[in-house]
């Protein structure tokens, strides 16, 4: 089946406890991105990646770090949590070319900075 | 610049009568234009796209969207609800050509009573 897996879907942690969320797509999509969903806030990019080692900033990147040493996995890094980035977050990937945005989520993380 | 709002935050209709969740965008240039569902606790599913082949744009489960230009709208309707329509809807549009992000409204809560 295609999809988009992420892990954890839920992560309770503290301030300043480095964490690592995955993301792993199964369709050999070039692109990949995250982004977080806040209440009122609809969803807002975090990061994308066009290709292997290709990654760029979306709209809200800071906090974090992402890396992407295989087309099918783009894990999402936040070195030092604090709890403004409590939140949902999804990874999604799509193909290239006019294929690009036509995007596929995964399931969701729920993630909680106490 | 891109932006879409979503005029409703939350609709209201009784099983078997019609839904209409309505979403205005702007774009500088001919834009790709998308309906997600999100159902409670899940992630977002891809209803529908709009690339410029037809106005008229069927999707899954019965939903249909009719893009007008002269209006800026992009409309997401379904001829008759049923109770597992309940969930939230969010109108996309493409934030570039390159198609390297997706701008969200801040989304509609379809509630659908008996």
């Known amino acids: 089946e295609a999809q988009v897996t992420q892990n954890p879907r839920y992560l309770i942690t503290v301030t300043g406890k480095k964490l690592t969320v995955t993301c792993s797509q199964n369709m050999n999509h070039e692109y990949m991105s995250w982004y977080r969903q806040d209440p009122g806030l609809g969803l807002r990019q975090i990061y994308y990646?066009?290709?292997?080692?290709?990654?760029d900033k979306g709209d809200v990147p800071e906090g974090y770090k992402v890396s992407r040493k295989e087309k099918r996995n783009f894990p999402l890094i936040l070195e030092s949590p604090s709890p403004n980035q409590t939140s949902l977050y999804f990874c999604a990937s799509s193909g290239g070319g006019p294929l690009r945005d036509t995007q596929y989520f995964g399931p969701g993380t729920r993630l909680t900075v106490l | 610049a891109q932006s879409v709002t979503q005029l409703d935050s939350h609709v209201s209709v009784s099983e078997g009568t019609p839904v209409l969740l309505r979403c205005n965008y702007s774009?500088?240039?001919?834009?790709?234009l998308f309906w997600y569902v999100q159902h409670p606790n899940k992630g977002l599913q891809l209803l529908l796209k709009?690339?410029?082949?037809?106005?008229l744009v069927k999707g899954i489960n019965g939903f249909e969207a009719e893009f007008k230009k002269s209006e800026t709208s992009f409309h997401l309707t379904k001829p008759s609800a049923h109770m597992s329509d309940a969930a939230e809807y969010f109108c996309?549009?493409?934030?570039?050509?390159?198609?390297?992000?997706?701008?969200f409204g801040k989304g509609t809560t379809l509630s659908v009573s008996s």
């Open positions: 996309v549009v493409s934030a570039n050509q390159a198609g390297t992000a997706l701008i």
């Open positions: 774009s500088s240039y001919s834009p790709s």
């Open positions: 709009y690339t410029s082949a037809a106005t």
């Open positions: 990646s066009m290709n292997v080692e290709v990654t």
